[in-house]
């Protein structure tokens, strides 16, 4: 590997590590080129491999290299790739370059078919405590300096964050509950769809989509306290059709998030 900053070889190895985190918990379309260095990968959850490739040739990326679907399971970066047109060595020259940089994983390819492609991959060729090398901001090798791991306490924390925020989020969800059947007791058919709409709430949109339900839950609310702001004290008919044209505008959004 080139000679690098600290820094510099610190910052890309927080950005891998991050692909890994999240590749754990979800597949990401991935981008994976070879550079004059080692090779740079990209990956996000929504935006396509096409995508992933051009922001990893903007980056150094050279012709060589794959694109696909990356998962991450245990010690292995699974990556499925949407054809077998890449050297068959890319597997083991992006391990080697991710343990230069501390992040000690096997690189698994597989082709569309499923199946493995490339060189075999020996597993005990991954060091457990990797170490890149440190430089100076100048350029200069100095001595060693132990880099960002592919695994340990960065992916627990970041899991127990996330933990903590759908626990958080069910009780906004179950407290919201209580609020709306208080709010709209003997008002009938407006009242029994928000609560249902809570109810598949908390059933399935925090469980799969924390960001998605946390925009969902947000609507719920302000319509509700739209609801109840335009209620004042008029007749339970007027309460009813309040509640009902509120909920109308956030019917969508729910059986989407809930699908």
Do not use: W
């Amino acid at each position: 590997m080139a000679k690098k900053s600290a820094a510099d070889i610190k910052k890309e190895a927080d950005e891998i590590n991050e692909h890994i985190a999240k590749a754990r918990k979800r597949a990401m379309n991935f981008a994976l080129l070879i550079t004059k260095d080692g090779v740079v990968l990209e990956a996000h959850p929504t935006k396509g491999p096409d995508v992933m490739r051009r922001l990893a040739k903007a980056r150094g990326g050279t012709p060589k290299g794959t694109q696909g679907v990356m998962n991450v399971k245990g010690k292995n970066i699974e990556l499925t790739c949407e054809d077998e047109d890449f050297p068959p060595n890319l597997g083991k020259v992006a391990k080697k370059y991710f343990s230069e940089l501390g992040i000690a994983y096997r690189v698994i390819l597989f082709g569309p078919t499923g199946q493995p492609v490339g060189e075999a991959d020996d597993e005990d060729d991954v060091a457990e405590d990797s170490k890149a090398p440190a430089a100076s901001d100048d350029g200069e090798s100095g001595g060693e300096t132990t880099v960002a791991q592919g695994t340990g306490g960065d992916d627990d924390a970041a899991q127990k964050q996330e933990d903590q925020e759908r626990e958080e989020l069910k009780k906004r969800a179950q407290d919201l509950e209580k609020e709306i059947k208080k709010a709209s007791e003997g008002i009938g058919e407006a009242a029994s769809a928000l609560g249902s709409a809570i109810a598949n709430f908390l059933k399935s949109g925090v469980e799969d989509k924390l960001d998605a339900a946390k925009e969902a839950l947000a609507d719920i609310q302000a319509k509700l306290e739209e609801a109840k702001k335009k209620s004042g004290s008029v007749n339970p008919d007027a309460l009813r059709d309040a509640l009902a044209k509120e909920f109308g505008e956030i019917e969508g959004k729910v059986d989407v998030l809930v699908q």
